[in-house]
């Protein structure tokens, strides 16, 4: 399925562009995702343009080098990123070469490339209905609290109030940060009266319900909506997410039928602007998903998705339902993990669960050490029979049966001893693989991207020193 000869014509099939190309005239990287070679020097293989991966390897295994950076250095359409590095990872190997291709959007809220703002983006826009705003609080909860503590019944309530704020905002078409003086001020009608005047009477009512709730009740949620919000009293946050009279606006309907990239760069952890990121990748892949269902079915070129850092960046409460539909309309999500329990954690056992089943190419990597997972990995690569010879000595002589038995294929000690470079495939409908990963550093043209990738690392530290300068 996924061998050069497959791949190419699986391409054919998912992109009508290049439906009367020859086969000889289609360039590899329009047939799909390099993910390694088969063996040492064997054919490539590749995840076609409507599978949905998860890859999972530990730190320094070669996630950025050997499939974020390729992948959206050959991607053929938009590229989205999520990361919480730049300097020496894949934001700077890559911005170069993805500028030539189109435009080049990257927001830096965190200053984590020390990124000047060349653009803003609304929240708000898809915060106009109620699923949109209820999602849009789902993601400062989701970036503030475990799954496991996101259904108490503060972060429930939490999470109604921000939905209902973010819906008046959004009705009223201010600004996301107007919504912290609404939260700093729990007695301010202007609020309901918004939602009222708008037509959405039951979320007013359910509003009003909590404003005038007993005052410890009422405080409690506030505060904790307060802090699942926080980081938009950052003012060098909000910036980016507030209008702009001088800097374009990043729209992400226009985004998916562009050859446009969005970095997407965050640091980790509460407080940190991992909400804005989430909503606004969960953003693009929507309005992706919107945009295809318009152009017949699938996106032309593909929109390549790379959630690097995944679970600390982009927790998108949703992403293991979005798995089951992103790839059938030619949006391409690559969500990567350091390991099965990081999952777990971002999106509960069943939320995990769900996402591995439904993507359709796994790939897992060196330092898996998680003996229960290499116990599970090992079960889905299958046993196979081994023949077992026995001698026997009895009074009629020496005699030798033969018998049959069952073995694992791949035992879960040597899935976790998977040296750095290599990497187990298993993907819907073909036999495991063992992978040889093609990590961009050891490809042609790897000298040019070295050098632009120092160069863009030495600007952060330029324009982190030139800050420093101008502060002191
Ligand atoms: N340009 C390079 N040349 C040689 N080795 C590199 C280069 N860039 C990164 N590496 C090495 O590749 C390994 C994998 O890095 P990376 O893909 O960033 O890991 P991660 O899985 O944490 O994303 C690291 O050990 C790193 O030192
Ligand atoms: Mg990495």
Redesign the pocket.
């Known amino acids: 399925m996924l061998l050069p000869k497959e791949i190419t014509a699986k391409a054919k099939s998912l992109r009508p562009s290049l439906a009367s190309a020859k086969p000889g005239s289609i360039r590899p990287q329009d047939t799909g995702i390099l993910l390694g070679t088969l063996g040492e020097r064997g054919p490539e293989v590749r995840a076609s343009w409507e599978d949905v991966a998860v890859a999972i390897?530990?730190?320094?295994?070669?996630?950025?080098?050997?499939?974020?950076?390729p992948s959206i250095l050959s991607a053929p359409g938009p590229v989205l990123l999520t990361s919480n590095?730049a300097a020496?990872?894949?934001y700077t190997?890559t911005v170069d070469a993805r500028s030539a291709t189109g435009r080049v959007w990257t927001m830096d809220p965190q200053q984590i490339a020390h990124t000047e703002q060349a653009m803003w983006w609304d929240p708000l826009h898809d915060a106009r209905d109620l699923p949109g705003a209820r999602r849009l609080a789902g993601h400062f909860v989701t970036a503030s609290v475990d799954a496991s503590n996101a259904t108490d019944f503060w972060s429930t309530a939490a999470a109604n109030t921000l939905t209902a704020l973010f819906l008046a905002a959004g009705a009223d078409g201010r600004p996301i940060t107007d919504v912290l003086g609404w939260l700093a001020q729990p007695a301010d009608r202007a609020p309901i009266d918004i939602l009222k005047a708008n037509g959405l009477t039951a979320i007013a009512a359910q509003l009003q319900g909590t404003v005038s709730g007993a005052v410890e009740t009422r405080d409690g949620i506030y505060e904790t909506a307060r802090q699942y919000a926080a980081c938009l009293l950052d003012p060098g946050i909000a910036v980016w997410v507030t209008p702009s009279d001088t800097l374009p606006e990043f729209k992400p309907a226009d985004f998916a039928t562009s050859r446009d990239t969005l970095f997407l760069l965050s640091k980790d952890g509460g407080g940190s602007a991992s909400a804005l990121i989430a909503a606004a990748a969960d953003s693009v892949m929507r309005s992706a998903v919107v945009q295809a269902e318009r152009d017949g079915g699938r996106l032309d070129p593909p929109l390549l998705c790379i959630l690097?850092?995944a679970a600390n960046v982009c927790k998108i409460q949703d992403l293991p339902d979005l798995y089951s539909h992103l790839g059938s309309r030619g949006v391409i999500p690559i969500t990567?993990l350091?390991s099965y329990r990081q999952g777990q954690k971002c999106w509960g056992e069943a939320g995990m669960d769900a996402m591995w089943s439904a993507a359709t190419i796994k790939v897992l990597?060196s330092g898996i050490d998680d003996a229960d997972f290499a116990d599970k990995l090992s079960r889905l690569v299958g046993e196979h029979d081994v023949e077992s010879i026995s001698h026997s000595t009895s009074e009629s002589g020496r005699s030798t049966s033969t018998s049959m038995r069952q073995e694992r294929i791949l035992p879960p000690d040597q899935i976790r001893a998977l040296p750095?470079g290599k990497a187990l495939l298993l993907a819907t409908g073909i036999k495991p693989a063992l992978l040889q990963l093609r990590?961009?550093?050891?490809e042609p043209g790897?000298a040019a991207i070295?050098k632009a990738?120092a160069a863009q690392t030495a600007a952060i530290t330029d324009r982190a020193r030139a800050k420093a300068g101008a502060a002191a």
């Open positions: 390897m530990a730190p320094r295994s070669g996630k950025t080098t050997s499939l974020a950076v590095k020496g990872d894949a190997a690097d850092e990567i350091q990597g750095k990590p961009w550093y050891k790897a070295g990738s």
